[in-house]
């Protein structure tokens, strides 16, 4: 998934009024304003209740779903293998969401502070905060990949990661 890809994806969905953020490694990338290694995906929070209107215009742009974890999470792909890894959210009238989770006594939860934005290719764009993606970065064996993020953070941000 290259930079004009998420910007693409990104204006297409501005397009049909869909508030999305973008988490992950581009998540990442975008909080620190370069591009630090490849993204096979593109993470994106949107809003449930846009979830149609989401749907609707990937498809539009030739993705189809590939896999559906609903309600915690489901993917789309286009035919060149691009894919989209879909979190939807559900607001609460302070800013703060929740996303359901494989356990449902422990949704994830998003503090209203967790939506900022960020820049891919010196355009704003919206996105995870960086103590958000921290906090999501634990609980696991992380892949290369991961420690490579973590280290972009605590470098640009200063912030304690779990490894």
């Given amino acids: 998934m290259s930079s004009d ?7 297409l969905l ?3 009024d869909a508030d999305v953020w973008i988490g992950g490694g581009w998540g990442i ?3 620190v304003g370069e591009q630090t290694r490849p993204h096979r995906d593109l ?10 209107a989401v749907v ?15 309600p915690v999470r489901f993917v789309v792909a286009a035919p060149n293998g691009r894919e989209i890894d879909l979190h939807p959210l ?7 969401a929740l996303q359901a989770s494989f356990d449902p006594d422990r949704p994830f939860r998003y503090p209203a502070s967790a939506f900022v934005t960020g820049t891919i290719d010196a355009t704003t764009v919206p996105c995870l905060s960086a103590a958000q993606q921290a906090h999501f970065h634990q ?10 993020d973590m280290a972009r ?11």
């Fill in 90 to 96: 559900v607001f609460a009238d302070d800013g703060s």
């Fill in 153 to 163: 953070l605590r470098r640009a941000f200063g912030i304690t990661t779990h490894f």
């Fill in 56 to 70: 609707e215009a990937l498809a539009r742009a030739g993705y189809a779903e590939h896999l559906d974890q609903r």
């Fill in 139 to 148: 609980g696991y064996d992380p892949a290369p990949r991961d420690r490579h």
């Fill in 5 to 11: 890809d998420v910007l693409s994806v990104l204006a």
């Fill in 43 to 52: 993470d994106l929070m949107h809003r449930l209740d846009q979830e149609d």
């Fill in 29 to 31: 990338d975008a909080l």
């Fill in 14 to 16: 501005s397009r049909v």
